[in-house]
């Protein structure tokens, strides 16, 4: 029994010796040239290395949650297309609740003014 686990455990430990591999060679062989561009806010809308108590914009992260939402709401229909012939009749009615629901939720968000930045 302990034999069929065996390729089960090869496969793990190449993943992570492959992972501990590549990581160590981009920090041993890549460029490190740090300036005072890097160390600017990015996405988050405010200074990276501040106080932790500071006030910062919630609408960042209502986008960011948003963004997830979707793009999942998405991901789950990518196969869905990929099969929507086979699928036939009933595919395409046990998905249309679901693009529904979808489209309800980001009319809603968008009358809300959720996705703009003002």
Do not use: H, T
């Not at 992570?16 to 005072?36: C, D, E, H, Q, T």
């Not at 932790?52 to 914009?57: E, H």
């Not at 948003?66 to 009615?93: H, Q, S």
Request: proline share 4%; aromatic share 20%.
């Amino acid at each position: 029994m302990l034999a069929s686990y065996f390729p089960i455990l090869v496969f793990v430990l190449v993943g992570i010796a492959a992972g501990v591999l590549f990581i160590s060679l981009g920090l041993l062989l890549g460029p490190n040239r740090p300036y005072a561009l890097k160390q600017e806010a990015f996405e988050c809308g405010f200074e990276a290395f501040e106080n932790a108590r500071m006030k910062f914009d919630v609408r960042y992260y209502l986008v960011a949650i948003l963004f997830i939402l979707f793009d999942l709401e998405v991901a789950f229909m990518v196969p869905w297309a990929v099969v929507f012939k086979d699928l036939g009749a009933y595919g395409f009615w046990a998905m249309l609740p679901f693009l529904l629901i979808l489209v309800v939720g980001f009319v809603y968000e968008w009358k809300k003014g959720a996705l703009e930045w003002e």
